[in-house]
């Protein structure tokens, strides 16, 4: 990791470097990196970009804006590992690790090589689906289900997670009834219950401007405890990107 953040610096000319790990194990990395080290919180979504983002900047991101707008950019550890290891060996990466859950929750890690199906991956670990099986990529709160087990293994692909038919719960059209139980989960307090107004109305400028759109960190935690199973996440996702589509389009027209 060391020698992947060397190379960064001198490639990027970028100095100010920061590792995040756990805080019930930054002492065993606090002064062992070429780096500022800062602990964030084990529980979920502590880890999460965007919560990282808030806590080590204090500045949620504007509208429109991504992290690197923001002079902000992520990178895996594990790939500033494989960068560095490219510079010893002269050799490029072409492995990925990867955290494979099956339908019982047994979890495997593995390590594949880059391109490999995922069909393979499932079939190598015994791990068989069946019609009605959902195959999720990057994990179960923000990963996203795949139609093909042909789908191959990317340089930023972490999680596998296979789940049973029966245990998938589908969302639902019914309305919000304002438990609060969203906004009791929210990590940044968004005033779910009435954001989500806004945009299934397609009102998204008006959510962004009332109630704090965002400020969401995309965790998905609101859509995890709906009790109507509304898919909040989605339409936060779907919110964002028709905004920033419509701000990439007034910037178009000015240059014009």
Known sequence: VNQGIKALKAASGIEKVIVAVPADSFQNYDGHFHADVKAVPNAYPGGQPLMIHYRITGNMLAQGQTPEDAGVFFIRAEAVAAIGKAVTSGKVPVEKILTVVDQNGRRS???????????????????????????????????AAIFSE??????DSDAI????????????????INCGECIRACPTNVPVNLLIRFLEAGQYQDGADLYDLYSCVECGLCSFVCVSRIPILQY?????????RAISAEVEEENE
């Not at 042909?150 to 340089?155: A, E, Y």
């Not at 936060?236 to 920033?244: G, M, N, P, Q, R």
Request: with cysteine; net charge negative.
């Open 109 to 143: 890690l593995v390590s594949a090589r880059l391109g490999t199906p995922i069909g393979s991956v499932l079939n190598t670990l015994e791990i068989a689906t069946a019609d009605g099986d959902r195959i999720i990529y990057g994990g179960p709160m923000t990963g």
């Open 150 to 155: 042909n789908q191959p293994v990317m340089p």
């Open 161 to 176: 997670m296979v789940q049973s038919g029966r245990d998938i719960i589908m969302s639902g059209d019914d309305p919000c």
């Open 236 to 244: 936060i996702k779907l919110a964002k990107f028709e905004l920033a």
